[in-house]
């Protein structure tokens, strides 16, 4: 069993930053997949960005050269770095991940709202 534990969503004004932490609280080594999806109200999950065991990363269209995602096996911690906000970067950001044996976590989310 995996836990997940979102912090660092906020208010920012259009054009600012925000770092989004994920804990695990399994060693990522256990973990292959993280991700990041969000969820803006009234529509679908969306995938965000993920990085896997190996450091490789893979971003959506959307937010390629604005976020960063990171993780630190040392802290069993993933991070989404997100700069250049736009308004419709508001959403619920969620931390996924995939254990080295198939099964999938859901943290409960992080709120970003970006004004405009």
């Known amino acids: 069993q995996v836990q997940l534990v979102e912090s660092g969503g906020g208010l920012v004004q259009a054009g600012g930053s925000l770092r989004l932490s994920c804990a695990a609280s399994a060693s990522v080594f256990s973990i292959g997949v993280m991700a990041w999806y969000r969820q803006a109200p009234g529509k679908q999950r969306d995938f965000v960005a993920l990085?896997?065991?190996?450091?490789?990363?893979n971003y959506a269209n959307s937010v390629k050269g604005r976020f960063t995602i990171s993780r630190d096996n040392a802290k069993n911690t993933v991070y989404l770095q997100m700069n250049s906000l736009k308004p419709e970067d508001t959403a619920l950001y969620y931390c996924?991940?995939?254990?080295?044996?198939?099964?999938?976590?859901w943290g409960q989310g992080t709120q970003v709202t970006v004004s405009s």
């Open positions: 990085v896997t065991n190996a450091g490789n990363t």
């Open positions: 996924f991940a995939v254990s080295s044996s198939g099964n999938n976590y």
